[in-house]
């Protein structure tokens, strides 16, 4: 049972990420987990309970890896329900660094005493060790920052609204110490409201934003229409394929108007390359001057578009080298006016660690393609006229908390186009959730459009402006949404998350020399 037990805490504790969104069973759940690192009779021990609750944890969080297999046709699709083992093998690693620390900081085992029930300071340490587990989580080897546990507070806009102040990272490490202080609810009341008040101290300032009219437009405002065309993934894309999602897409698109619009399409949406200047024979699936003349004719005289493609790069020889996952800018003349390529790349998605090693074992990448994907030079904002400087995030590139702006150019807007019909069905949901909790920490509007959902206009304090549902055809157009005054957290970045950590370890070691 022993085994068992973090086992089920951990996939428990996952039920209240989207699309469930159990939040209590999550807090519950971990503080009964913290109960079990707390009684641990020696420290390994509790690293074995931490690695146990990471395993549940991160398979339930993400089963919909698995998906990612069915739309591949050079690995068996069996294999995908090994990767998401495999990945919560290596994942639940943080969660044991956590429950190492706290139980060498504040677990009475570790000082020789006699076992106690969990005090303040335990409670504490708790909140700071998680914090530094779940930033490591998201820093080492590439990162993988998949849904914090602080996401699971976005249906609590005032709550998550905390994110704005101290960001992703601290505010699961408070939600972790609020766990842990229901374990002191028998015994000492006094501190546990204290302490819990300490902890939502900063509520009502969050609240105070959620509470603000909404500003009021003028007429002829800049607009956003989201385009989302209910495309599935297919294995192999063909040119008249490619041709049915060029037209699709531009059939969802509108006419312009007496307003500036802004056109954003999914990421991947235009498969024929659109520039200039490659060797013929990369334009065997049709005309960049054709493709661009299809969507500059949607275009008004200030309007503009956003298109998701792929940008190639050549050696010397005029062979193909590496490609780039890009957005680009589409002007009303047909020309391009700007590119981004997608910085934070997804490890074996995208390309293929250690190929010459993993290819001859018959191991590939998910996405289609021998050529593997150039990282992009990181967060950029493109001048946009006249919609501003747009910042530029491609798909996975959201969930990095404070490494979604350009440092030297605030954005008025973030896109991220995003390809999720590769994520099952619990894939789109946590993806949306994770780009309001960027919304929330940047104070900037972000806007997605997706092949199949869930594409979104999300608000600067992180409210759905719009969204168009899964599975459908259709689109959003709607005036550009105010960005906010920069927020602390967007000042400071992740050092929010260092201080937090250290205000809890001092806070744990006042109570400890009170006592």
Not at 157 to 182: D, N
Not at 198 to 212: G, N
Request: glycine share 10%.
């Amino acid at each position: 049972m022993r085994f068992v037990l973090p086992i089920l805490l951990g996939a428990i504790a996952a039920t209240g990420f989207a699309p469930l969104e159990l939040v209590p069973l999550t807090i519950v759940a971990v503080a009964l987990w913290l109960r079990l690192v707390h009684d641990a009779p020696d420290l390994k021990r509790a690293l074995l309970a931490g690695w146990l609750f990471g395993v549940g944890h991160f398979t339930v969080n993400n089963n919909w890896i698995q998906h990612a297999f069915d739309y591949q046709d050079k690995m068996p699709p069996v294999l995908g329900y090994g990767a998401v083992v495999g990945l919560a093998f290596y994942l639940a690693v943080y969660p044991a660094i956590a429950a190492g620390l706290l139980w060498r900081l504040a677990s009475p085992r570790s000082r020789g005493d006699r076992i106690t029930r969990p005090g303040l300071a335990f409670a504490l340490v708790a909140g700071a060790a998680w914090i530094a587990g779940e930033w490591l989580r998201s820093t080492l080897f590439t990162g993988y920052a998949w849904n914090p546990l602080s996401v699971t507070w976005v249906p609590v806009q005032p709550i998550a609204g905390l994110a704005a102040w101290i960001g992703t990272y601290a505010l699961s490490g408070l939600t972790v110490a609020a766990a842990a202080l229901l374990l002191l609810v028998p015994r000492r009341p006094l501190p546990l409201i204290l302490a819990s008040l300490a902890v939502i101290a900063p509520v009502p300032l969050a609240m105070m934003s959620y509470r603000t009219a909404p500003p009021t437009v003028a007429a002829d405002a800049p607009r956003l229409r989201v385009v989302q065309p209910n495309i599935d993934q297919v294995v192999d894309v063909t040119p008249a394929h490619g041709r049915h999602v060029l037209l699709t897409l531009a059939g969802l698109s509108g006419t312009p108007g007496s307003a500036p619009r802004l056109l954003l399409w999914p990421e991947g949406a235009v498969d024929p390359y659109l520039e200039d200047g490659y060797p013929p024979y990369a334009y065997w699936r049709g005309s960049p001057v054709a493709t661009r003349g299809v969507i500059a004719r949607l275009l008004g005289p200030r309007d503009a578009a956003l298109v998701g493609g792929t940008a190639l790069m050549f050696d010397k020889d005029g062979v193909i080298d590496e490609a780039g996952n890009s957005i680009f800018v589409v002007r009303p003349n047909a020309r391009l006016a700007g590119r981004y390529d997608k910085a934070h790349l997804v490890p074996y998605g995208e390309y293929l660690p250690m190929r010459t090693i993993l290819e001859p074992l018959g191991l590939s990448r998910l996405v289609a393609g021998e050529i593997d994907f150039a990282d992009g030079p990181g967060p950029r904002s493109l001048p946009v006229a006249p919609f501003g400087d747009i910042g530029m995030q491609v798909c996975y590139e959201i969930i990095f908390s404070g490494q979604v702006v350009d440092p030297a150019k605030r954005p008025a807007l973030i896109f991220n186009p995003s390809n999720d019909a590769w994520f099952g069905s619990w894939g789109p949901p946590q993806h949306l959730a994770q780009a309001r909790m960027r919304a929330i920490e940047e104070g900037l509007p972000v806007a997605r459009s997706t092949p199949n959902g869930i594409s979104a206009v999300i608000g600067a304090d992180g409210r759905l402006v719009a969204t168009v549902p899964r599975h459908t055809a259709g689109a959003i157009e709607v005036p550009l949404p105010p960005a906010a005054p920069p927020t602390l957290f967007s000042r400071i970045g992740n050092w929010a998350a260092a201080i937090v950590a250290l205000l809890l370890l001092a806070g744990a070691l006042v109570v400890r020399r009170r006592r």
